[in-house]
């Protein structure tokens, strides 16, 4: 099993930002990639970035904060951040802290979620 705990989370300005974080515990090495997803009220789960677990960093991201968001790890802290700029009112949700394991395919393992909120 792999915990995860996300932070950071609160209420901002437009063009403000803000940086997550999500601490794993557990079984740290069976983790392939991490990955942050957000939901907004009304809507479904929806990808925002991603970033494998060893080696060589490398992010992916969703168009809809390409630019804006970049998601680091410290594998020395089990942590990965999402940092937020520039941010905007559509990118209020709540974000989710993922974990996909080697032996699969799917995020496994997800975090209670931590509310942004973008003020306009």
């Known amino acids: 099993q792999v915990q995860l705990v996300e932070s950071g989370g609160g209420l901002v300005q437009a063009g403000g930002s803000l940086r997550l974080s999500c601490a794993a515990s557990g079984r740290i090495f069976s983790i392939n990639v991490m990955g942050w997803y957000r939901q907004a009220p009304g809507k479904e789960r929806e990808f925002v970035a991603s970033?494998?677990?060893?080696?060589?960093?490398?992010?992916s991201y969703a168009d809809s904060v390409k630019g804006r968001f970049t998601i680091s790890r410290d594998n020395a802290k089990n942590t990965v951040y999402l940092q937020m700029n520039s941010l905007k009112p559509e990118d209020t949700a709540v974000y989710y802290c993922a974990a996909r394991p080697v032996t699969t395919f799917t995020y496994d393992y997800w975090g209670q979620g931590t509310q942004v909120t973008v003020s306009s």
């Open positions: 970033i494998n677990w060893n080696g060589v960093s490398y992010g």
